[in-house]
């Protein structure tokens, strides 16, 4: 594996990317890979980060570890969003989703939009930098998971103003705009366990029901591991009891990138 470091995407807002390539000369596709933190902290270069990049990159996959930006607050958008961002908010609460407000108010919209960024850089610099396919997947940790979701299936207004990934994986994390959910949308994989006092199971589980009822291509899979963190590891290491490596179903996931070239 090797490392091309402190690639800025998105000059505006002074955002950059970590870009870890397979030994190959060419990578097949490439996986967006953004950290949790509840989008007010957290860092593209957490050690989880290299474990991750180490897998994909066997497989065959380039990694892209996004910088996105924290702590964003509404005056960073038009007042048309802020309301929108607002209403938005209430509805979320409405659908009985149990989660902080700073995982789906602004800091979340930024992320989602940052995350559409760094797909549109790599759409245009990927060959250049070594990536075979423009397709593209998200692997998203807790608040990174949760901006990769939205964006698969993203709000209304913003639809026309952000590109969506191929396809997700995203690791204690939930759907937080679940009435966007539909049958033609990207594939997602959802990780999750029991007792986690950040994003209840119960949030993942909201999502998981809307998208069987409509359709929508998402799977969710309760590790039975408790806690919010740990979920990374048991990721990483963990089987299935169906004696699958969960890393594999991640692996298989991505492959869809290959598949539908």
Same mark, same amino acid.
């Given at each position: =594996? $090797?490392?091309? !470091? ?6 505006? *807002? ?20 953004? *950290? ?6 957290? %860092?593209?270069? %957490? ?7 180490? &897998? ?10 996004? !910088? ?13 969003? /802020?309301? *929108? ?8 609460? $409405? /659908?009985?989703?149990?989660? @902080? ?5 602004? +800091?979340?919209?930024?992320? =989602?939009?940052? =995350? @559409? ?15 075979? @396919?423009? &397709? ?5 940790? +807790? ?46 994989? =959802? #990780? %999750? ?8 199971? @119960? ?24 806690? *919010? ?10 089987? %299935? ?12 996931? #991505? ?7």
């Amino acid at each position: =594996m $090797k490392c091309v !470091s402190d690639i800025v995407y998105d000059p505006r *807002h002074q955002l950059a990317l970590d870009l870890y390539l397979p030994d190959s000369l060419t990578a097949d596709a490439c996986v967006i890979y953004a *950290h949790g933190g509840g989008f007010r902290r957290g %860092h593209r270069a %957490h050690v989880e980060t290299g474990h991750f990049a180490l &897998k994909l990159t066997e497989a065959g996959f380039a990694m892209a570890s996004i !910088s996105y930006r924290l702590r964003t607050e509404n005056d960073a958008f038009s007042e048309e969003d /802020v309301a *929108h961002i607002e209403a938005q908010i209430a509805r979320t609460e $409405k /659908v009985g989703l149990t989660l @902080s407000p700073n995982l789906y108010g602004a +800091s979340f919209m930024a992320a =989602m939009e940052d =995350m @559409s960024n760094a797909i549109e850089y790599l759409w245009v610099e990927g060959e250049r930098l070594g990536i075979a @396919s423009r &397709k593209l997947g998200v692997l998203g940790i +807790s608040a990174g998971g949760i901006a990769g979701l939205a964006l698969a299936y993203p709000p209304m207004p913003w639809v026309r103003r952000v590109s969506r990934p191929d396809t997700v994986v995203a690791i204690s994390s939930a759907i937080v705009q679940p009435w966007r959910l539909e049958p033609d949308g990207p594939p997602c994989l =959802m #990780f %999750h366990g029991p007792n986690d006092r950040i994003i209840d199971l @119960s949030n993942a589980q909201l999502g998981a029901a809307r998208a069987q009822q409509v359709g929508a291509p998402v799977t969710l899979i309760d590790t039975k591991v408790k806690g *919010h963190v740990t979920q990374v590891d048991e990721v990483l290491d963990g089987i %299935h009891p169906d004696g699958t490596p969960y890393m594999q179903m991640v692996i298989d996931q #991505f492959a869809r990138l290959r598949d539908d070239d």
